[in-house]
């Protein structure tokens, strides 16, 4: 995930941790998508993406629970 940073997003950031990259504007969004576009790492898009399939479990959890 690459946003601007926002009340909704950043809830999301804290609640599941390292989930993507939170930018300031779109200046800082577009050197963001060069870096990963010219330093891709593997181990750190893997980090993300178990910090957003653990968080979206913990969601639904929470939703059948409330069910």
């Not at 946003?3 to 997003?9: D, G, H, R």
């Not at 599941?16 to 593997?42: A, F, T, V």
């Not at 181990?43 to 178990?50: D, H, N, P, S």
Request: glycine content about 4%.
């Amino acid at each position: 995930m690459i946003s601007i940073k926002n009340p909704y997003v950043e809830y999301y950031f804290k609640e599941m941790g390292d989930i993507g990259y939170l930018c300031e504007d779109y200046n800082e969004m577009k050197e963001i998508i060069l870096r990963i576009l010219e330093n891709h790492s593997n181990i750190e898009y893997q980090r993300k993406q178990k910090n957003i399939l653990s968080g979206r479990k913990k969601y639904l959890l929470l939703q059948q629970v409330r069910n």
